[in-house]
C-alpha cells in the first residue's frame, strides 16, 4: 500500500512559467514532508521540508504548501528555470516513533522547456 | 569532501547468487541509510545502521542485511537474488539529531539479476 503517492508521473513546463507538483499521502501519523530533486546517474538531493505544524514554506524560488485535512501537499517552483528538469520526489516521515525512517513516492519526472 | 560513495556502481549477478554493495559516508557523519529503487518507483527504506547496529528497518526480508564497520562504512548484502531484487541500490548517510534535510545520498549500485 503505497503511502506517498504522486499521480503524475511526469510534467512539462515552459521556462519561466510556474510549475505545480503534487503530492498526496494517507497516513495521518506523518507530520513531516521533504521534496528531493534527482537528476541522472546521481542520488537524491534535499530540496525544501515543512513541519506538519505549518502549511507554507518557502526557499528562493521553491515554495511548498500543505493541506493536512487533505492530505496533500505541493510544490510549487517560480520562476522554471531548464536546469530544473529533473525527478521530483515528495517523501514523508513519522518524525516522533520513526525519525529516520522516510516515506518516498514514486516520483515525478519535470521537464522545463526553453 | 568526496560526500557519500558507493561501490561497484554497476553489477550483473544470476538468481540464487548473493552480492554485497559497499558504501562510504560523508565526513562527520556515523549514520548509514540504505534504500532500494525499483524502475519507476520513489526509493524504499531498508533499513538504517547507527554505532554499529541496526536501528530501523523497513518492510525487507532477512535475506537483506547489512554491517557497519567503525569507520562508519556500510555492506548491504542480499543472499538468494531474486529477479525482483533488480534496482538501484542507494546509500544515505547523516548525522542523528540534524534532521532527514542534512541526509545525503549516494549515486546508487545498479544491480541487474538475471
Known amino acids: 500500500d503505497q503511502q506517498v503517492k504522486q499521480n503524475s508521473p511526469s510534467l512539462s513546463v515552459q521556462e519561466g512559467r510556474i510549475s505545480i507538483l503534487n503530492c498526496d499521502y494517507t497516513?495521518?501519523?506523518?507530520?513531516?514532508f521533504l521534496w528531493y530533486k534527482k537528476y541522472p546517474a546521481e542520488g537524491p538531493t534535499f530540496l525544501i521540508s515543512?513541519?506538519?505544524?505549518?502549511d507554507k514554506n518557502e526557499d528562493g524560488r521553491f515554495t511548498v504548501f500543505l493541506n493536512k485535512s487533505a492530505k496533500h501537499l505541493s510544490l510549487h517552483i517560480v520562476p522554471s528555470q531548464p536546469g530544473d528538469s529533473a525527478v521530483y520526489f515528495c517523501a514523508a516521515s513519522d518524525f516522533e516513533t520513526s525519525y529516520d525512517k522516510v516515506i518516498f513516492g514514486p516520483g515525478t519526472s519535470l521537464s522545463v522547456i526553453p | 569532501d568526496a560526500g557519500v560513495t558507493q561501490s561497484p556502481t554497476h553489477l550483473i549477478k544470476t538468481r540464487g547468487q548473493q552480492v554485497t554493495l559497499r558504501c562510504s559516508p560523508k565526513s562527520g557523519h556515523d549514520t548509514v541509510s540504505w534504500y532500494q529503487q525499483a524502475l519507476g518507483q520513489g526509493p524504499q527504506f531498508i533499513f538504517q545502521?547507527?554505532?554499529?547496529?541496526?536501528?530501523q528497518r523497513g518492510n525487507f526480508p532477512d535475506r537483506f542485511s547489512g554491517h557497519q564497520f567503525p569507520n562508519y562504512s556500510s555492506e548491504l548484502n542480499v543472499n538468494a537474488l531474486l529477479l525482483g531484487d533488480s534496482a538501484l541500490y542507494l546509500c544515505?548517510?547523516?548525522?542523528?539529531?540534524?534532521?532527514?534535510?542534512?541526509?545525503?545520498f549516494g549515486p546508487g549500485t545498479r544491480l541487474l539479476v538475471l
Open positions: 497516513n495521518s501519523m506523518f507530520d513531516y
Open positions: 545502521y547507527y554505532e554499529e547496529e541496526e536501528r
Open positions: 515543512i513541519s506538519s505544524i505549518k
Open positions: 544515505a548517510s547523516s548525522h542523528p539529531g540534524t534532521g532527514q534535510e542534512t541526509q545525503y
